[in-house]
């Protein structure tokens, strides 16, 4: 037998609909603030995310899924949802529409990574992207549409990290200090960390490696670096948070994973998942469509991971809503009863009321157990005696109590009654 690629999952029904639970709330939240969603082609141009995440991240030096197509184009399933909305706005010219443009996506996600509990190799983002105000109340919004969000899913054990990793003026200077810092210690460092000495010494706070993370725990931080507007930028953010009551955390080791962030960035991370804790991440990108092309437009967002908010729901017992079951299953006994059963059942159904009957021609017995095991609220049974006086016998599966309905009173009893 085939069996499933490593780090894929498939989701069955007794799973789907905590999706579709977390999806629903994800739609909700965006609605409320105004955010029209969006989607994106599951490929793009390899070129884009090389160039839209950046050639000094995990994701596109070691992660991406690429391939050449049959006409030779290189090819990459997407490892994140940012850079294909990014691509949509500029190439759809929404930067010359209405301002600001509220976007949200539900998108797979593609990375080789090594799979573990809350990584996969392919898994789902909600992610919203704010594109076109510079102000610091994009970022506070986003931030407070992110927590509104985890509030909604019952999600309380949450600490929001909260950080500045400033602009092109006072950067150059960090990274500077950053070389300073880390020249010294070039020869204890990971390969990986030393391309991006380079290239972008940021990125050195984020290396997994234990003796990396040892070194980076002494380097200076960004925060004594900030340019004035950057500070008053990030000093704005951190009221308008205060202000409306969502609490957090400064923490200057928060870089996040890709290239182009400016200004804020910010993780929502748990404590109840193990080493992935992190269930939501974004910041400002104030270069990022400038650097695909567009015109140059201030944006703000985030993306949370689908399965890990599940995970992190589930390791701390909040519910999903209730598992779906048909409101009444109708069993029939001989030919005649299982025709009515049958007839309405369809009926039911065209009313609105969610209704299912046996086709495994089984006993009485059987179709009871399997009403029970899917969960049917209620039992309507229908044997040649009801036939004959034109009602069922409903059983309440929850109380056991039954009652006798009438055929013309089916719909009515179910839509109105219960
Ligand atoms: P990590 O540090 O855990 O690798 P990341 O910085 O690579 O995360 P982002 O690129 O910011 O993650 O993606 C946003 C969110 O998507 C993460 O916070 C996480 O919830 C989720 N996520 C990222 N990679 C995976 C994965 N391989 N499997 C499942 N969820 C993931
Ligand atoms: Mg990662």
Redesign the pocket.
């Known amino acids: 037998m085939v069996t499933i690629p490593k780090g894929t999952k498939d989701v069955l029904p007794s799973d789907s609909y905590r999706f579709q639970y977390v999806e629903q709330k994800a739609g909700a939240v965006a609605a409320r603030y105004a955010f029209r969603e969006v989607r994106t082609p599951t490929f793009e141009h390899t070129e884009l995310f090389c160039r839209g995440v950046g050639d000094t991240t995990?994701?596109v030096n070691k992660e991406m899924y690429t391939f050449l197509d049959k006409g030779d184009r290189s090819i990459t399933l997407k490892p994140?949802g940012t850079a294909g909305v990014a691509r949509l706005f500029i190439e759809n010219g929404l930067q010359n529409s209405a301002l600001p443009a509220k976007l949200y996506y539900i998108t797979p996600?593609f990375?080789y990574?090594r799979p573990q509990a809350?990584?996969?190799?392919e898994?789902h983002?909600f992610g919203v992207e704010f594109f076109g105000s510079a102000s610091p109340d994009a970022d506070a919004e986003v931030i407070l549409l992110a927590d509104d969000f985890l509030k909604d899913l019952g999600i309380e054990d949450v600490e929001l990290n909260l950080n500045s990793i400033g602009c092109k003026h006072c950067r150059p200077k960090y990274n500077e200090a950053l070389r300073d810092y880390f020249r010294p210690h070039l020869g204890e460092l990971c390969e990986t960390c030393r391309t991006r000495f380079e290239k972008n010494p940021l990125r050195m706070l984020d290396c997994k490696e234990t003796r990396c993370h040892e070194i980076a725990a002494n380097a200076p931080l960004i925060t004594d670096y900030l340019c004035e507007e950057c500070k008053e930028h990030f000093e704005t953010v951190k009221e308008l948070l205060r202000e409306a009551g969502v609490s957090f955390r400064l923490n200057p080791n928060i870089v996040?994973?890709?290239d182009y962030y400016s200004k804020t960035v910010f993780?929502f991370v748990s404590t109840a998942i193990g080493a992935?804790g992190?269930?939501?991440?974004?910041g400002r990108y104030d270069t990022l469509i400038e650097h695909l092309g567009g015109n140059p437009t201030p944006a703000v967002g985030f993306?949370?991971?689908i399965?890990?908010?599940i995970l992190l729901m589930q390791n701390t017992g909040i519910p999903f809503g209730e598992e779906p079951a048909v409101t009444v299953y109708l069993a029939g006994m001989d030919e005649a009863s299982r025709k009515k059963a049958f007839a309405l059942c369809a009926a039911l159904r065209k009313a609105g009321v969610a209704a299912d009957t046996d086709h495994m021609n089984r006993s009485l017995k059987a179709q009871f157990k399997y009403a029970g095991k899917t969960g049917a609220k209620f039992v309507a049974t229908i044997g040649s005696n009801e036939l004959e006086h034109g009602f069922m016998t409903v059983k309440n599966m929850t109380s056991s109590a039954s009652e006798n309905v009438s055929f013309e009173n089916a719909v009515d009893y179910f839509t109105k009654g219960v």
């Open positions: 995990d994701i994140e996600a990375r990574e809350g990584r996969l190799r898994f983002q996040r994973g890709l993780e992935q992190t269930v939501l991440g974004g993306a949370a991971g399965e890990r908010l």
